[in-house]
Structure formats: C-alpha cells, structure tokens
C-alpha cells in the first residue's frame, strides 16, 4: 500500500515537469517504433540507400541513408515523430556496410518543426545557430519541442555522406506549442553583476519588444536557482535561468499560451525568483482568460498569491483553473515588487474535454434510491478519510525523514565533526557518519575547511602538522629574489588577505643559477605566478603565509609547480612560483577539437588522443609524488594543472582564486568555497580530506580531459543536486548518479575512473597503481 501511494504520488508530481537528466528514451528508429513512412529526404543516391535504411545499428539496403548530391543546404532527412516531443539527444552513425563503407557526416545541422509547415533551426544556449559535434551521441542544449526533425548532413569536403540515426527523448504532454511574452529586460544594479534576464532560445519572433510564436527557456526543464545570477549552466552569464521584468515600464507581464489541441485545464505551475533581498518577488496575483474556439471568454479565473517575507527560496507557484476548457490561455502576472522573474511554466490538463454542467437535469437511467444510498455513502466516506489520514501520516513521515537528512547533510558541510581530522588513510568503520553528525566532540573541523582556501585566495594543500609558531627567515630555503625585478602584467585571483598575480621576472634564469627549472631565456625575462600578501593581513593570515611557502619549499617534481624564490625580507611578503604561457590544462583542452583530417585541413587547434593520455600520465606521476609525502592537494581538476608549449603539465592550486572558475565552487554561507563537483562523498558529508579522496579527484579530472573540458561535471545537477548525490553514495542503495563515458575514452580507462568513485574507500586505487595503469596506454596509443 505504501509503495503504491508513493507511485501515485511520484506520478502526480511528474506530470507537466520535464527533466532532461531523465528524459532521453530511444524514440523508436532502431527498433521500428517510427514506421518507413513515417520517414523521408530530399534525395537518395539508391533505392538501397533512401531514408528507411537510416536506422541506428542496422545495417539494411546498403547501409544507411545517403543523399544523390554532395550535402548542402538543400539536403536532409526529415524523422516525423508523430506527436509532440521533448528531444534532447541525437544519434548519428555513418555507412559501414559490413566494412566495405565508411561515409559519414562529420558535422549536421538541425531543423524542426511542431506543425511540418514553419522550420526553425536549433541553436545553442547562447542563441548561436552551430552544426552539431562530430561525436557519435549530441546532446542538445537546449532540448527542443517537436514533433519533425530534419538533419542536414555539413561537410567541408567533396565527399559522399551517409547517416544512420536514433532520437531520443519522452512525449511533450504539456501540449504547450508557443507562448508569448514582453522581452526580458538586464538588470544593472550597482555593486552586483550585470543580470541579462532575457530568453535567449526562444524560436519564436522577437519584434517590438515582444516575444511571440515559439518556445524557450520557460521550457526546457531547467529550474532556476534562489539566488537568480548563478546558473545551472556553464559558461553563461549570470541570469541566464530566468526570463524576468522590471515593474518600471509594465503595470503587469502578459503571457498568452497556445496548445495543440483543446484541453480540460486542472493548473498552471510558475517557478519564480522570491530573492526579496534584490527586489525580487513572486507575482502577487494573475487573471487567466481561456479561449475555446473564436473568441476570447469574458469571465477569468482569479488567483492571489500568498506572499512570503521571510523565505528566500525560488519556488513552483501552482494556480487553480478550475478546469476549464480552451486552446488558449491569456495570463496577467501582476507585480508584488520591483521585478519578476520566472524560470519554468507548465500546465497540467484533466481527462474531460468540457466544464461540467452544475444545473444539469438528473439523467433519465438514473437508479431511484433504494434505501441503502446512505449506508454506502458513509463507507465510502469512512474509506476516504482513512485513506487521506494514512497519506498524510505517509508525506508527514517523508517530510520529517527530509528535514533531518537535509539538516545532517548541512551541519556536515558547515560542522563536520572531529571524524573529519587526520591525514592517514581513513577508516570508515571506526565512525559512522550517524555517530559523527551526532559526537559530542569539539567541531575542529570546520575550521579545515574554511583553510580550504588560503590567504591568497589559492588552495592550500594539507600536510602532516606542520608548525608555525617560531618560523623565521632561517626556515625558508628559498631565496631572496629583488622584488623591483618583479613586473606586474594581471591580477590572477585574490583572496582575503592576498592576491595572485602574473609578473615578468627580469633576470630570474640566471639568479637561481644551475639548476633552474626555468628554460633558458638568453636574458628575457620569464612569466611567473606571484602570492602577495596584503598590508592589513591578521598575524593568523601572515603564519599561514609563511606556512604555505615552508610547504611549497619541500615539492621539487617535475610535474609539480615549483616555489623559484621569496620576497620576504620586507613587506608586503611575495612568494614566486613557476607559471606556464599556454595556462592551465581547463582553457588549453576547451579551445581545441580531436585530431583528425578535418582538423588538419582547416588549421583547427587540435590534440591527439596520445596527447590526452600522456597528460593523464603526467598528473597521475605528480599526484604519486604528492602521495609520497602524505600532502593531499584537496583541489585536483583541470584548472589546476598548467601546461608548457610541449605539452608539459605542472599542479598548480590558484584556480581557487580565480574569478574565471567561481562556478566551479559552492559557498557555505559566505566563507567556505568548496569544489563539490570534484570532491569524494566523505569529503562533502565527513569533512574528511585525504590521498584516497585526492584519487575521486582525479578521476573527475580524467573524465574532464577526455570530455576536452566542453562541459562541467554533472553539468545537468545543481549544486544542492550534487550534495544530495553524495547522500546517495553514503546509503549506497545503488541510486547514486555517476557521470556518463566519454566518447573519446577507452573502455578500460573508464573502468580506471569508475574504480576511482568507488563509495568504499580501500577499493580505490593508490596513485602509483594509477601511474602504472595508465603508462601502458600512452605506449600503445
């Protein structure tokens, strides 16, 4: 009985909500769910080759679907889904004709329609028309609804192409076609980033201020989140999320809605922005008029929303209408502050196609009352009152069960408890995390993680205890370096009581004498990262500081970033560390594409799959060196790792203070940034920092380099998705997301990255059994 109320539950909840995580089924042309006539192209080379033989992994006619022509604008095969769609994947493979084929589209456009009559074309999350990637599976971002999908096969050569394909996605029961809206307006408030609110993949018309005739970012199954300028989305600006109003211009927003048919309308659910902080509200009320056929009703529904002060948080908004019956709704939201913003709309509709009647006549057939009417009422009263008591006792005991999870979960992130401490491999079994959320002990751990951050605002590694109090100048190895010679070019990061900067080092080469890692310059000076304290740093802040250099004064790895020289013997105290000119691995491996002949022919920046294994090889070598001395890095990731012109990568620790990269990091209540997306379950909910969560760190960072940085990880969770996650690694009851293969990853060197999440620490691997796993690959590749 349980389990079945929670289906219905579940169900009821789901219906209208499209998530894309979830929302990627095959639609049916590998398996002929999408009959022959269902497809069609513009040409065909052969009877053998026309669109029916386009079918993913089948390998009929003569392999696939190609074109009479060479590709151009003109060509493509056209799916028809036949109903509306919610599409987020596409499928494509070339001909192979047991092996005695080998044409493919390297690139493809994408064009849809919801009626077969208006064709629009996809474009990506920052409203730029692109051709599809080379890879085997294309993720569309954003998703699109509709029911046609034409591919047009792109090529740079004169060459012959040939497609198979496979679509994927769920049925678009919304029946939502298009919508119309006032255009989002930027919000430009002093002392806060520049929010640009508006619907960037709308595929309608934008004219005169207006939105009208398409679908946008009110669909596409990303809610925003509480606080409106951070986003779900990387590399985005801030805002991106929400399509929102200023009340200036607008006395209130009007949004008409058009569906596919005529529908039984039970609700509309709005998410809103409620950050009253930044005179941001949910709408204060909304009138809808429905339009059955011609002409609009003159009666709307009516509804006021409950207003709240004192919660933050961006929430669904549900309004009741009442079931009525229409084609088209017509909505005004009217303001409760100085702007509005939403992020998701959605509509759910009833079985019945008509209002019912209330003064109907009683029905001729019906039964006259035979006595028993009132005894059969009060047992079907009784049964129904019973069943509301137990689902409510049911959702009551889920919402209690929620609050403490999500209240644990949280004093972990902000409290992790003295389970936390140490630097030897952890034992699990020596404190569960029941009894650490609940251990009466002193809370020292949240001070490790606050230092997760140094006073430059870099990573700060963790080390067996490394005393401060009597440090002097005869500690420190590193020499003295003239600190005129050290010319400001950026300010890389900062911190609370520092920054980071690129400098020219005039001279430096031949200061450190034989030896230097630096290459020989013939006397130019060379680029260098440089840590500066600030003058109104705390006496805390300046032993941290000089705590950082004692430890970066013992790495000497060639595949470490060095410390080359200090400026400590006056204020403000500098440490000069090593810097590469190509930067770090993250910006280096995003700008590029695969190598292949496209990429050759057209001078695209490329790297080979040997360059991503050696580099694999390179961090797994510095990280064993790491391990060697019991340091544990805490902020292993791409960002991290700094590469020469020879592809020589060195692990750095800024990235943390780097503007570029904050949404890489999640606040805790304004002090705390931690990588979360990077970071090993114990780490999120234990506090627990050690070698073997360094390894879940490079893991990540395998999937990073293979992925060509082109994506964050679990780029389609939030943040409080990810944290939840972790949640699920701990309860291990096989419900845990991990993140998808790379396309351009070897089998074998998932089956090494998946070793490396592995929820039981001991079963992870040592970084010397990661080096000697991985050397193998770079000398077969």
């Not at 805790?668 to 090993?680: E, F, K, N, S």
Request: hydrophobic share 40%; with cysteine.
């Amino acid at each position: 009985m349980h389990l079945f109320l929670l289906l219905i539950l579940q169900a009821t909840a789901a219906i209208g909500q499209i998530d894309p995580a979830h929302c990627r089924y095959p639609l049916g042309m590998e398996d002929r769910r999408i009959k022959d006539d269902a497809l069609k192209a513009s040409s065909q080379w052969h009877e053998t080759t026309g669109p029916q033989y386009a079918r993913l992994n089948r390998e009929e006619g003569d392999g696939a679907w190609c074109p009479a022509a060479l590709p151009s604008v003109s060509q493509y095969l056209e799916v028809d889904l036949g109903r509306l769609t919610f599409l987020t994947v596409i499928g494509t493979q070339g001909r192979y004709i047991r092996n005695s084929g080998n044409e493919f589209a390297r690139e493809y456009r994408v064009n849809y329609s919801r009626d077969g009559k208006l064709w629009k074309s996809w474009r990506n999350r920052q409203g730029n028309e692109v051709n599809a990637y080379t890879s085997v599976i294309k993720d569309l971002r954003p998703p699109i609804v509709t029911r046609y999908v034409r591919l047009l096969p792109v090529t740079r050569l004169s060459t012959t192409v040939c497609m198979r394909v496979e679509l994927y996605g769920c049925s678009w029961d919304d029946g939502l076609i298009s919508y119309s809206a006032p255009e989002g307006q930027r919000m430009q408030p002093p002392g806060y980033p520049i929010a640009n609110l508006n619907d960037s993949t709308y595929d309608g018309v934008h004219e005169r201020g207006k939105l009208f005739g398409g679908l946008g970012q009110l669909t596409d199954g990303v809610i925003g989140q509480d606080d409106f300028t951070r986003t779900h989305e990387y590399s985005v600006w801030p805002g991106y999320d929400y399509l929102g109003w200023k009340n200036d211009s607008l006395e209130y927003v009007e949004m008409e809605f058009v569906f596919d048919r005529q529908r039984n309308f039970t609700s509309m659910k709005v998410h809103s922005n409620n950050m009253f902080s930044r005179d941001v509200k949910i709408f204060s009320s909304v009138s809808c008029w429905f339009k059955p056929h011609f002409v609009w009703e003159a009666e709307p529904v009516e509804f006021r929303t409950v207003l709240d002060d004192r919660n933050p948080s961006a929430r669904y908004v549900t309004v009741d209408l009442n079931h009525r019956t229409a084609k088209s709704l017509r909505c005004h939201f009217y303001f409760a502050d100085v702007w509005m913003m939403f992020s998701e709309i959605s509509f759910q509709s009833g079985n019945k196609h008509a209002r019912a009647n209330k003064t109907a006549a009683p029905s001729a057939s019906a039964t006259p009352d035979d006595g028993k009417t009132p005894i059969l009422i009060g047992c079907l009263v009784t049964i129904i009152l019973l069943l509301v008591i137990i689902i409510f006792l049911i959702l009551w005991c889920q919402y209690v069960c929620k609050v403490l999870e999500k209240t644990l979960i949280k004093q972990a992130l902000v409290f992790p408890t003295a389970c936390g401490g140490g630097y030897a491999e952890p034992d699990i079994t020596q404190c569960t995390p029941h009894q650490c959320f609940h251990s009466n002990a002193p809370h020292y751990a949240e001070t490790d993680i606050v230092r997760l951050q140094g006073v430059t605002g870099s990573n700060m590694y963790a080390v067996p205890a490394l005393t401060v109090d009597s440090l002097t100048r005869k500690d420190i190895s590193a020499a003295e370096f003239p600190r005129q010679q050290l010319i400001f070019r950026e300010k890389l990061g900062e911190g609370q009581f520092g920054e980071v900067h690129l400098c020219e080092a005039e001279g430096l080469p031949e200061f450190l004498g034989e030896g230097s890692p630096l290459p020989d310059r013939d006397g130019h000076s060379v680029l260098v990262a440089v840590k500066q304290l600030r003058a109104d740093a705390t006496s805390q802040a300046r032993n941290d500081f000089l705590k950082e250099i004692k430890i970066m004064s013992r790495l000497n790895d060639p595949n470490i970033i060095r410390l080359l020289c200090v400026c400590v013997s006056s204020d403000p105290l500098c440490m000069v560390t090593e810097y590469m000119e190509n930067g770090d691995l993250n910006m280096f491996l995003s700008q590029r594409e695969i190598e292949s002949t496209l990429t050759h022919a057209n001078n695209i920046p490329s790297v080979s799959l040997s360059d991503l294994l050696h580099m694999a090889v390179q961090i797994s070598s510095g990280m064993k060196y790491l391990a060697s001395l019991n340091f544990v890095h805490r902020d292993l990731a791409t960002r991290n790792c700094l590469l020469d012109r020879r592809l020589t990568i060195k692990i750095a620790d800024f990235g943390m203070s780097r503007n570029l990269y904050s949404s890489d990091y999640y606040r805790i209540q304004g002090r705390a940034v931690l990588p979360i997306r990077w970071m090993a379950w114990e780490s999120i909910l234990l506090g627990k920092f050690t070698t073997a969560s360094d390894v879940w760190a490079f893991g990540v960072t395998l999937w990073e380099i293979f992925t060509l940085c082109k994506e964050q990880p679990y780029s389609l969770l939030s943040d409080e998705q990810v944290i939840e996650n972790t949640g699920e690694f701990f309860r291990n009851q096989g419900r845990q997301i991990f993140l998808y293969a790379p396309p351009l990853c070897p089998p074998s060197l998932f089956e090494l990255m998946m070793r490396c999440w592995s929820r039981d620490i001991p079963d992870r691997p040592t970084f010397e059994g990661l080096y000697q796993a991985l050397k193998p690959h770079v000398n077969q590749s």
